[in-house]
């Protein structure tokens, strides 16, 4: 088996960071959407 060079995991991380900055700006927006335009109380959105 091959081992992955410095730049390969560097790589990898800036891609993994990426989507999940992407996925966190969703996830606060639906929770937002969910309590202030469908009424639901934090608890049950969260």
Not at 7 to 12: F, M, T
Not at 18 to 24: K, Y
Request: hydrophobic letters at 45%; glycine letters at 18%.
């Amino acid at each position: 088996m091959e081992k992955l060079s410095l730049k390969e995991k560097i790589g990898y991380a800036l891609g993994d960071g990426a989507a999940n900055i992407a996925w966190r700006g969703v996830s606060t927006f639906l929770f937002i959407f969910y309590t202030d335009v469908f009424g639901l109380n934090p608890g049950g959105a969260g």
